[in-house]
Each structure stands twice: as structure tokens, then as C-alpha cells.
């Protein structure tokens, strides 16, 4: 058997020249005349280390990282092949300690499989969460995916299976899945890494769930800047239609359930459930009131299961394993294991699963090892541009949904952004209502007019320009927003600002002084 050697095609990695050194591998193998084959996988996740070439050995995977172009004659020479060590190797990659202290069950294959290959994917457990769903029948299915306690992942945290059962109790008629793939919050690229990476588990997902609740189409809504995801669910809907996975009597079974690809034009209000319909419609992404929900009237005004990428690619393995399986892991009602994706000015930049229950703290300073720059961490925005930021203090917040409402911060996607010391957290503040100004749909006042007038607010603020009486007038703006806004975009953007006023108020006003005299 020839050598096998893997590098992942994610865009993370091709960023920093995974294309390129394929490339010159090839050419390497060509003119030593050597028999070695090169797959490409996604992304491990451990993006400091990409590109990070891999190479099939009797103990295991050996990696090597991060590999430059002029790397790569000594790497041959030293015996890669042989997965001998060196300077770049990191040893059997899933004894590495990032690797090893995960617990993979949505990130399973990531980095592993071909992303292209149906045949791989079934290689490595895929489509056994379908089998099981089959057997079992739709009723027991929703059932399963109740007990297992999975939460949305999108952001608001909604038990999976209760919105899938809720489509399933409509009467039959039209339904849809859809998947949303938006994934707009700053600091996250999960959605994008499993699209990429392991296509098929999120149509195994999507496939179980139209069984469930009676649906026969779904769409993958994906934002347009995400060629490299776009291309690979293209492919992999198309693979699996050709292998029978999709189409007319999936599987060999009794149900019908086809998919395709949609490309968003780039709007972060899209990513709102009820928005993103109607730009699946070909209307402009403005928020619908509810209710109704989705649930009962969602895409084309029928009942319509959306869910985001993570939530839809952990049903397989939810289904392979069973419910109780997913549930042991976390914490309250925190079941099972999230996706944290660790981003800013961090270290160790990836994609970490883990249960929940770690500690923000754990995850920053011991997993993220600190900050790039090498200064001290000053503060981290947790759930995108809507979530709070939090300080040092608050670094024993378990990743929790509760724990985290309870310190008036979200989840969200499982997105963390670190600063270091030389963050001005009243820029912070102006971005969020600056964010918000730009991103907000236009359909409700607070939202519209209210972000706006925080701007003001906040450079009046900082200006000294009567900094007591308009902090008490930028609180009620911000409570208007949280209680008046129709959905969550005006809803929370206080909570950075607030969070910001709250943790940071030396950045408010004179206090500016500090950061100067940090220079
Ligand atoms: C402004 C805004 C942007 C959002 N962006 C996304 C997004 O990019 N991806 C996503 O899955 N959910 C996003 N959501 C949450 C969705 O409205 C919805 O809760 C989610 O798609 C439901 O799927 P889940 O239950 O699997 O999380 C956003 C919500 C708001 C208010
Ligand atoms: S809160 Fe903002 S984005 Fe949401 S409906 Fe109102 S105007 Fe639109």
C-alpha cells in the first residue's frame, strides 16, 4: 500500500497556504518517485498549527506543523514518511493534549475523513444516527433527540426536539427543514468547519429530521462568504443523491427527503430565524413578528424546523448513540458537549468541543494559553457582537447557558474574543451600538433609532460632555432596546455596552488616562 499523507482544504488552512504546500508535496513526491497519496481532510481545529500535514503510520496519525513551503525537503528527508520526529512534529495526533482533553461527538470526523467521500464518511460511522432513525420510526425519533437535552446552537438555546416535535404534531402537509448557516457572530467559524469538513453529517442531520416531522425538502442557507463551505455541501449533496441518501426513498426506506444549497447576500439581521425566511423567499431579510413561529407557519407559510448547523449535525451521533449517551455529558440543563470556537488575540486559536461545565477561565488562559501579543487578558466577548464582555473576575463562569444568563452574558454560538490590556472598552461600547446601527433591519424603533442615539451617547460619554447625566440617559436607552426591540439584535446589543459600563467604567470618560499611561 502506498504512503498516505493529509492536509485539510479548510479555509482556515488555506489561508495560511494549505493549497500551496500540497502543491509542493506533489511536485516533492513526483520528483523523488515516490508512491504517496494525499487526501484532504478538513481542519482539526488547531489553526496556529495549519497547515498541518499528516501522516499515516501504524500507531496513528503524526502530525507536523505548521509546514512552509521551504519546510518540506528537510521534513522528507528527516522521514516524514516514516512519521519519524522532528522540529514541526507534534507526535500522534490524537495524543496531543489539545486533541486529547476534547470530547468529539458533533467534531467527530473533522480533520479526519474527505469531506468529498460518501464511502469515508460510512467509513467512519456515517449514517448509522439514519439507520437507527429509520428503525425506530419518526415519533421515537423526536423522542430521542428530546431526551438527549440538545439546545439550539445558534444562539437562543431552545430545546431541539420540543421544536421538533412541534412541527411534527402539524397536521401532514408541506414542510420544510431549514438549515441556518449564517453564522455572522464575530469570532465564531464552527458551521463553516463542519460544512467543510464533515458535509455529510449535517445532511445525515438534516435527513433525520425531515423523517421526523414529516418533511421532504430542506435548504442550507449559507452566507456568501463561505465559498469553500458553499462548494463543499454543493458536492456533498450531490454525492450523497447519487449514493441514495437524498432523493426518492432515502436509503432504501419508505421517505422521500431532498436538500439544496442557498447562498445568502450577506446581511447579519439574515441569521434571525424568521428574517432568513424571507430571504429564502427572494425578499429583503426583515424580521417577521411572532407568533407565529416558524414551527407552525415558517418558509412559503408552512410549517418549517430551523435549526442551526451544530444542532442538525449532532443528531446523527445523538441517534448512533442514543439520547441518554448525549446527555451524560455537561452540566444542568447544559446537556452535551459544545463547540467553543477561541478567537481574538489568543495563543491557541481552534476549535475546541468540550462538555459543558469548563470554566471561561480554563478555556482562555490554560486551553488558549493567553493572549498573542503576550500581554495580560483584559477582557473577552462571549456569543458574538450582541454578547457581554466579561473580566477577569467573572473567569470562573462554567460554560453554562444558566450560569451565563446569571452574569447577564450568552452563549451564544460558542464564540469567545479575547482582548488583551490595551482595549479601550468604550470603543467596545460605540462598536456594539455602531454594529447594531449599521445591521438593524429597520422594522422596529428602539432597534432603529435607539442604536443611533447610543452612538451619540457613548461618544458624549467619553468626551466628558455631561458624562453623568447621559450614563443615566444611555441606561434607559439600553432598557428600552432590551424590553422594546421585536427581536434580539436591538434586544441585546446592551448587553455589551452595558457589560462594558459595568465591568470597565475607568474606560468612560477621563479614565482614558489609564491606557495612555499603559504606553
Ligand atoms: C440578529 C440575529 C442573528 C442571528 N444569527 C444566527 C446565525 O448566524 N446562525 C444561527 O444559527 N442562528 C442565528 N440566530 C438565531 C436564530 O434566530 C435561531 O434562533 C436559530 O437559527 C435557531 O436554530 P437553533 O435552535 O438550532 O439554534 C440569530 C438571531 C438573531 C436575533
Ligand atoms: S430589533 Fe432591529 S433587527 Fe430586530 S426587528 Fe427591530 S429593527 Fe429589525
Same mark, same amino acid.
Given at each position: 500500500?502506498?504512503?498516505?499523507?493529509?492536509?485539510?482544504?479548510?479555509?482556515?488552512?488555506?489561508?495560511?497556504?494549505?493549497?500551496?504546500?500540497?502543491?509542493?508535496?506533489?511536485?516533492?513526491?513526483?520528483?523523488?518517485?515516490?508512491?504517496?497519496?494525499?487526501?484532504?481532510?478538513?481542519?482539526?481545529?488547531?489553526?496556529?498549527?495549519?497547515?498541518?500535514?499528516?501522516?499515516?503510520?501504524?500507531?496513528?496519525?503524526?502530525?507536523?506543523?505548521?509546514?512552509?513551503?521551504?519546510?518540506?525537503?528537510?521534513?522528507?528527508?528527516?522521514?516524514?514518511?516514516?512519521?519519524?520526529?522532528?522540529?514541526?512534529?507534534?507526535?500522534?495526533?490524537?495524543?496531543?493534549?489539545?486533541?486529547?482533553?476534547?470530547?468529539?461527538?458533533?467534531?467527530?470526523?473533522?480533520?479526519?475523513?474527505?469531506?468529498?467521500?460518501?464511502?469515508?464518511?460510512?467509513?467512519?460511522?456515517?449514517?448509522?444516527?439514519?439507520?437507527?432513525?429509520?428503525?425506530?420510526?419518526?415519533?421515537?425519533?423526536?423522542?430521542?433527540?428530546?431526551?438527549?437535552?440538545?439546545?439550539?446552537?445558534?444562539?437562543?438555546?431552545?430545546?431541539?426536539?420540543?421544536?421538533?416535535?412541534?412541527?411534527?404534531?402539524?397536521?401532514?402537509?408541506?414542510?420544510?427543514?431549514?438549515?441556518?448557516?449564517?453564522?455572522?457572530? !464575530?469570532?465564531?467559524f464552527a458551521d463553516r468547519m463542519i460544512m467543510e469538513g464533515d458535509p455529510f453529517v449535517l445532511?445525515?442531520?438534516?435527513?433525520?429530521?425531515?423523517?421526523?416531522?414529516?418533511?421532504?425538502?430542506?435548504?442550507?442557507?449559507?452566507? !456568501?462568504?463561505?465559498?469553500?463551505?458553499?462548494?463543499?455541501?454543493?458536492?456533498?449533496?450531490?454525492?450523497?443523491?447519487?449514493?441514495?441518501?437524498?432523493?426518492?426513498?432515502?436509503?432504501?426506506?419508505?421517505?422521500?427527503?431532498?436538500?439544496?444549497?442557498?447562498?445568502?447576500?450577506?446581511?447579519?439581521?439574515?441569521?434571525?430565524?424568521?428574517?432568513?425566511?424571507?430571504?429564502?423567499?427572494?425578499?429583503?431579510?426583515?424580521?417577521?413578528?411572532?407568533?407565529?413561529?416558524?414551527?407552525?407557519?415558517?418558509?412559503?407559510?408552512?410549517?418549517?424546523?430551523?435549526?442551526?448547523?451544530?444542532?442538525?449535525?449532532?443528531?446523527?451521533?445523538?441517534?448512533?448513540?442514543?439520547?441518554?449517551?448525549?446527555?451524560?455529558?455537561?452540566?444542568?440543563? !447544559?446537556?452535551?458537549?459544545?463547540?467553543?470556537?477561541?478567537?481574538?488575540?489568543?495563543?491557541?486559536?481552534?476549535?475546541?468541543?468540550?462538555?459543558?461545565?469548563?470554566?471561561?477561565?480554563?478555556?482562555?488562559?490554560?486551553?488558549?494559553?493567553?493572549?498573542?501579543?503576550?500581554?495580560?487578558?483584559?477582557?473577552?466577548?462571549?456569543?458574538?457582537?450582541?454578547?457581554?464582555?466579561?473580566?477577569?473576575?467573572?473567569?470562573?463562569?462554567?460554560?453554562?447557558?444558566?450560569?451565563?444568563?446569571?452574569?447577564?452574558?450568552?452563549?451564544?454560538?460558542?464564540?469567545?474574543?479575547?482582548?488583551?490590556?490595551?482595549?479601550?472598552?468604550?470603543?467596545?461600547?460605540?462598536?456594539?451600538?455602531?454594529?447594531?446601527?449599521?445591521?438593524?433591519?429597520?422594522?422596529?424603533?428602539?432597534?432603529?433609532?435607539g442604536s443611533a442615539r447610543g452612538v451619540e451617547l457613548v461618544d458624549k460619554i467619553v468626551k466628558?460632555?455631561?458624562?453623568?447625566?447621559?450614563?443615566?440617559?444611555?441606561?434607559?436607552?439600553?432598557?428600552?432596546?432590551?424590553?422594546?426591540?421585536?427581536?434580539?439584535?436591538?434586544?441585546?446589543?446592551?448587553?455589551?455596552?452595558?457589560?462594558?459600563?459595568?465591568?470597565?467604567?475607568?474606560?468612560?470618560?477621563?479614565?482614558?488616562?489609564?491606557?495612555?499611561?499603559?504606553?
Amino acid at each position: 500500500m502506498s504512503a498516505r499523507i493529509f492536509i485539510s482544504r479548510d479555509s482556515g488552512a488555506l489561508c495560511v497556504g494549505a493549497e500551496e504546500v500540497a502543491h509542493a508535496f506533489r511536485k516533492a513526491f513526483e520528483t523523488r518517485g515516490l508512491d504517496v497519496e494525499i487526501i484532504r481532510t478538513g481542519s482539526r481545529g488547531m489553526y496556529w498549527l495549519e497547515p498541518l500535514v499528516e501522516v499515516a503510520t501504524p500507531q496513528g496519525r503524526v502530525g507536523y506543523g505548521p509546514v512552509r513551503l521551504s519546510d518540506i525537503d528537510a521534513l522528507l528527508d528527516a522521514g516524514m514518511l516514516d512519521g519519524k520526529s522532528n522540529r514541526l512534529s507534534i507526535g500522534i495526533v490524537d495524543d496531543y493534549p489539545w486533541i486529547k482533553s476534547q470530547t468529539r461527538l458533533t467534531f467527530k470526523n473533522c480533520g479526519i475523513i474527505d469531506p468529498r467521500s460518501l464511502e469515508d464518511y460510512k467509513a467512519h460511522g456515517g449514517y448509522q444516527g439514519l439507520a437507527k432513525a429509520l428503525a425506530v420510526g419518526p415519533k421515537a425519533t423526536v423522542e430521542e433527540v428530546v431526551t438527549s437535552g440538545l439546545r439550539g446552537r445558534g444562539g437562543a438555546g431552545f430545546p431541539t426536539g420540543i421544536k421538533w416535535r412541534t412541527v411534527a404534531d402539524t397536521p401532514p402537509q408541506q414542510k420544510y427543514i431549514v438549515c441556518n448557516a449564517d453564522e455572522g457572530d !464575530s469570532g465564531t467559524f464552527a458551521d463553516r468547519m463542519i460544512m467543510e469538513g464533515d458535509p455529510f453529517v449535517l445532511i445525515e442531520g438534516m435527513t433525520i429530521a425531515g423523517i421526523a416531522v414529516g418533511a421532504t425538502y430542506g435548504y442550507i442557507y449559507i452566507r !456568501s462568504e463561505y465559498p469553500d463551505a458553499i462548494e463543499a455541501m454543493e458536492i456533498a449533496v450531490r454525492e450523497a443523491r447519487k449514493g441514495g441518501m437524498l432523493g426518492k426513498k432515502v436509503a432504501g426506506s419508505e421517505f422521500d427527503f431532498d436538500m439544496e444549497v442557498r447562498a445568502g447576500a450577506g446581511a447579519y439581521v439574515c441569521g434571525e430565524e424568521t428574517s432568513l425566511l424571507e430571504s429564502l423567499e427572494g425578499k429583503r431579510g426583515e424580521v417577521r413578528a411572532k407568533p407565529p413561529l416558524p414551527a407552525h407557519i415558517g418558509l412559503f407559510g408552512k410549517p418549517t424546523v430551523i435549526n442551526n448547523v451544530l444542532s442538525l449535525a449532532s443528531v446523527p451521533i445523538i441517534m448512533a448513540e442514543g439520547g441518554p449517551h448525549y446527555r451524560d455529558f455537561g452540566m444542568g440543563k !447544559s446537556r452535551g458537549t459544545m463547540p467553543i470556537q477561541l478567537a481574538g488575540n489568543i495563543k491557541h486559536g481552534g476549535l475546541y468541543e468540550t462538555a459543558f461545565g469548563i470554566t471561561l477561565g480554563a478555556l482562555v488562559d490554560e486551553i488558549g494559553g493567553g493572549t498573542r501579543s503576550g500581554r495580560p487578558v483584559r477582557a473577552v466577548q462571549v456569543g458574538g457582537p450582541l454578547g457581554a464582555y466579561f473580566p477577569r473576575s467573572l473567569f470562573d463562569t462554567p460554560f453554562d447557558y444558566e450560569a451565563f444568563t446569571a452574569a447577564d452574558g450568552l452563549i451564544g454560538h460558542g464564540g469567545i474574543v479575547v482582548f488583551d490590556d490595551t482595549v479601550d472598552m468604550a470603543k467596545q461600547a460605540r462598536f456594539a451600538m455602531e454594529f447594531c446601527a449599521i445591521e438593524s433591519c429597520g422594522k422596529c424603533t428602539p432597534c432603529r433609532i435607539g442604536s443611533a442615539r447610543g452612538v451619540e451617547l457613548v461618544d458624549k460619554i467619553v468626551k466628558g460632555d455631561d458624562a453623568a447625566a447621559n450614563l443615566i440617559v444611555l441606561e434607559d436607552l439600553c432598557n428600552t432596546m432590551k424590553f422594546g426591540s421585536l427581536c434580539a439584535l436591538g434586544g441585546f446589543t446592551p448587553y455589551p455596552v452595558l457589560s462594558a459600563l459595568t465591568h470597565f467604567p475607568e474606560d468612560f470618560g477621563a479614565a482614558k488616562k489609564r491606557l495612555e499611561a499603559a504606553e
